[in-house]
């Protein structure tokens, strides 16, 4: 049997960590002029994946 293949562009997007996978944050890349300093603070805060949509993440990065 093959084995699993990693999705490359889901391993660019998430790292897993002990029993959460962490993602980025959208909004942070440009106009940052307009966001209030605290608005920028909370989007350069760590974010993880949804319970939700962590199964689908999870299978994406073979975990």
Do not use: D, E, W
């Not at 760590?46 to 994406?60: D, E, M, W």
Request: charged share 25%; aromatic share 4%; net charge positive.
């Amino acid at each position: 049997m093959p084995k699993m293949k990693t999705n490359r562009g889901a391993a660019k997007r998430f790292r897993v960590k002990k029993n959460l996978i962490k993602r980025g944050s959208a909004f942070k890349s440009h106009i940052l002029t307009k966001k209030s300093p605290q608005r920028k603070a909370n989007l350069n805060a760590p974010h993880y994946v949804h319970s939700t949509n962590l199964r689908s993440v999870a299978g994406l990065l073979c975990q």
